[in-house]
């Protein structure tokens, strides 16, 4: 894959992450009736959105560090009852997606490999 294009899945994989965590604690499956402040869960992300939509290296190096708190919190909830656990596993496929994505976006777009 070239280095476009694996910003493009890195771009798709960290908006439906953010509206995943949104969605998951806001309406359909909160910690609390109502509404969870959970969904503040999303906020880190939201610094890396313009970064990964125009293809920048460092924006993809530290959002692969980034992504891994999703996939831990994902792996930690993925046994809860209900909705939570198929949550919680959709987060840690996005997270896995997220990671690799920004990973291989970085390598090909090292200045040591420019040709």
């Known amino acids: 894959m070239n280095a476009r294009m694996l910003s493009v899945v890195s771009s798709v994989a960290l908006l439906a992450l953010i509206a995943l965590c949104v969605v998951w604690e806001g309406w359909l499956a909160p910690l609390r009736p109502?509404?969870?402040?959970?969904m503040l869960k999303a906020l880190p992300l939201l610094p890396a959105v313009f970064g990964v939509l125009r293809g920048r290296r460092y924006t993809s190096q530290w959002l692969s560090m980034l992504s891994l708190l999703?996939?831990?919190e994902g792996v930690l909830r993925a046994t809860d009852p209900g909705l939570t656990g198929v949550f919680a596993l959709v987060e840690v496929f996005l997270a896995v997606v997220l990671f690799t994505s920004t990973m291989l976006h970085a390598r090909a777009t090292?200045?040591?490999?420019?040709?």
Do not use: D, L
Not at 34 to 38: D, F, I, K, V
């Open 34 to 38: 109502g509404g969870s402040w959970m």
């Open 110 to 115: 090292a200045p040591s490999r420019a040709q």
């Open 70 to 72: 999703y996939f831990t």
